[in-house]
């Protein structure tokens, strides 16, 4: 909503009042409130967040009883630390914690800044992966806790992703996030099968994060990666079979960023070499045979194709060249979307 509306104010108010009673710490936020607040379902689920400035929002027994509402709920505040009220306990929770609550039972949230990303589970959903939801309130995962980077990780994910799921990608994905959530909360004995395999989906998505941000690092390898997540090299190892194994999976997207380097407006003039060894790639020869392994053509006539298809033919068309529809076909298959499988 735009900045400066009092009546927008009124209308996000009424518009979140099922769940909460959203306040403002003083008249006069009324006249420069702005906000914005967006989810998507996906097979029962929701993931969505909001932002706004200096707020409350409140959920008391009133609203509590009006709504009718008992789904779960899982949050992470992303830009600001805020405190969060509980059954008579204040509790401070950083950004990067992640936060449980049950719609059933009230509590209040003080943020000087809200930025949040909110996972919301139907409780008929994630009651039988748990042993009990009695303590599930207000239960905080903190973020240097595995677990906690693990759910925050997918949370960051799901906001980018679900948009785009087809209805078999949606369902696996809500599989994985309520094990996920179960896992927080306390699995049931008759769940542990599947709140493992979603533990394992959602370390090796961190994981594939954190490669994805490294792929420049030299030093990036099997050592860093299980010292950085505290794994054995078998549990890497086990992690990645499904990928082709960690060190062709860490090549494999190095050759990925170079091909797109490779068509980088601005990179014609640069040496093919001193490109390549910003991903680790130092012998030209050893390069080039893995990129036409890779790709099917060598990086020098990738590149060539590349200013063939920014000319125009004799037509006024772009010829985009078979190779470039290879590499396009294969970037799309070796992209992350391996990680709820």
Same mark, same amino acid.
């Given at each position: 909503m735009p900045e400066g509306s009092a009546d927008g104010f009124e209308a996000m108010r009424a518009a979140i009042l099922p769940m909460f009673r959203w306040e403002l710490s003083s008249p006069e936020d009324r006249s420069r409130f702005t906000a914005m607040v967006h989810s998507t379902f996906f097979d029962g689920l929701s993931i969505g967040g909001s932002e706004a400035m200096r707020s409350t929002i409140v959920r008391d027994n009133a609203v509590v009883a009006s709504a009718g509402l008992d789904d779960v709920v899982v949050q992470a505040y992303v830009g600001a630390d805020y405190r969060c009220r509980i059954e008579g306990q204040i509790r401070l929770i950083r950004a990067g914690d992640v936060l449980v609550y049950d719609l059933t039972r009230p509590l209040a949230i003080e943020a000087e800044t809200v930025s949040n990303l909110s996972l919301i589970i139907p409780r008929g959903r994630i009651?039988?992966?748990?042993?009990?939801?009695? /303590?599930? /309130? @207000?239960?905080?995962?903190?973020r240097e806790s595995r677990i906690g980077? +693990? &759910?925050?990780? /997918?949370?960051? *994910?799901?906001?980018?992703?679900a948009p785009a799921f087809a209805a078999e990608t949606a369902a696996e994905a809500a599989a994985v996030t309520t094990a996920l959530a179960g896992a927080c909360i306390g699995p049931a004995p008759e769940a =542990?099968? *599947? +709140?493992?395999?979603?533990?394992?989906? @959602?370390?090796?998505?961190?994981?594939?994060a954190r490669i994805e941000q490294e792929l420049g690092n030299p030093d990036?390898?099997?050592?860093?990666?299980? =010292?950085?997540? @505290?794994?054995?090299?078998?549990?890497?190892?086990?992690?990645? *079979?499904?990928?082709? @194994? &960690?060190?062709?999976? +860490?090549? =494999?997207?190095?050759?990925?960023?170079?091909a797109t380097l490779l068509t980088r407006t601005g990179s014609e003039n640069k040496r093919i070499l001193v490109l390549a060894n910003r991903y680790g790639f130092t012998n030209y020869s050893a390069f080039s045979r893995l990129f036409r392994q890779t790709f099917g053509v060598a990086p020098r006539d990738f590149r060539a194709s590349r200013r063939k298809a920014q000319e125009p033919d004799g037509d006024g068309h772009h010829d985009l060249g078979l190779s470039m529809a290879a590499v396009n076909d294969w970037l799309r298959t070796r992209a992350v979307s391996e990680s709820f499988r």
């Open positions: 009651r039988p992966l748990v042993r009990t939801l009695d /303590h599930a /309130h @207000g239960l905080v995962i903190r980077r +693990i &759910v925050f990780n /997918h949370l960051v *994910e799901l906001k980018m992703r =542990q099968t *599947e +709140i493992r395999h979603a533990l394992r989906c @959602g370390l090796r998505s961190l994981i594939l990036l390898n099997v050592d860093a990666l299980t =010292q950085a997540f @505290g794994l054995s090299r078998a549990s890497l190892y086990r992690l990645f *079979e499904p990928l082709g @194994g &960690v060190s062709n999976y +860490i090549t =494999q997207r190095r050759l990925a960023r170079m």
